[in-house]
């Protein structure tokens, strides 16, 4: 009865194992189809993807939203090579001929991938109308889609994302890391909301924005800075430590020596860390200047 059992529960094992072989078979035959259609689709796009960045005139009407959809993530790959005008062209055909509406409205569909998918294909469209829409899709029920809309801002260099983006990094609400990526990718201008947010009443909020300004900020963000070293929060404390060793004022090194003395161990590591940055950091331009 027992061997019976053991034999039966090893038939059954076998078999679900073969089905389970069969089912992954399955999906990789399934995505490299797909892999291959959407290659024929690119091949056959890519003179419309060029004719794009250099300006012409074409007939929007030639494509379907599929069409577009692969255009602007095809241009989303040629995205270090397109600038200025380039840049503005794409956006105007998008906006021109409704696919950045078309994909704006789809934000409000009941199925969250196709949320997801509008909001990561309006940030290759490059069209600053979908910045609304997006910030909007920050609130997203779907993690998915407020992902997706936190990456697009990024690609915009929407300044007016920057709180939203901060919030919803401290929140949770939008992964690390994608957040952390589009508040650097909105770069430099996003400065002045982030110097706002240096004084803001919530802890990990400071923490978040003194990182960024140690990221994208100059030595003139330096008195702003160490004025958190005096912070309530170590990690803010911390934070400004290595904020100024990114940013190499060397007004700051006094500072930084006070916080060789405070009480945390780990903002005494960062702050000794910092001096030395700020002494590298000088000692080459001693040497760029005596060269």
Do not use: C
């Amino acid at each position: 009865m027992t061997f019976t059992a053991v034999a039966w529960g090893a038939v059954a094992l076998t078999a679900a194992s073969f089905f389970l072989v069969l089912l992954i078979a399955g999906r990789r035959l399934v995505f490299v189809h797909e892999d291959e259609r959407r290659g024929r689709l690119e091949e056959r796009l890519r003179p419309v993807a060029l004719a794009l960045v250099s300006g012409e005139e074409l007939d929007g009407r030639a494509l379907t939203d599929q069409d577009a959809a692969i255009v602007a993530s095809m241009l989303a790959r040629y995205a270090r090579q397109l600038a200025g005008s380039a840049r503005e062209n794409v956006a105007a055909f998008f906006e021109r001929h409704g696919y950045v509406d078309s994909e704006a409205s789809r934000l409000r569909d009941r199925r969250d991938w196709r949320r997801a998918r509008a909001a990561y294909t309006l940030g290759d469209m490059r069209s600053q109308r979908a910045v609304e829409p997006l910030l909007r899709s920050l609130g997203d029920e779907s993690r998915a889609v407020r992902a997706a809309a936190g990456r697009s801002l990024g690609r915009l260099q929407a300044v007016e994302a920057v709180a939203p983006l901060v919030a919803a990094l401290v929140e949770g609400r939008v992964p690390r890391a994608v957040a952390g990526h589009a508040l650097l990718s909105v770069g430099p201008s996003s400065l002045p909301r982030l110097r706002a947010l240096a004084l803001d009443s919530d802890a990990e909020t400071r923490t978040v924005v003194v990182e960024l300004i140690g990221l994208l900020g100059d030595a003139a963000d330096a008195p702003l800075v160490s004025e958190r070293l005096r912070d309530s929060s170590a990690e803010v404390r911390a934070k400004a430590t290595r904020a100024l060793g990114r940013l190499g004022a060397a007004e700051a090194a006094g500072e930084l020596r006070i916080a060789l003395a405070d009480r945390i161990p780990f903002v005494r590591a960062t702050a000794a860390i910092a001096l030395g940055m700020i002494g590298d950091q000088l000692l080459n331009i001693w040497r760029t200047l005596g060269s």
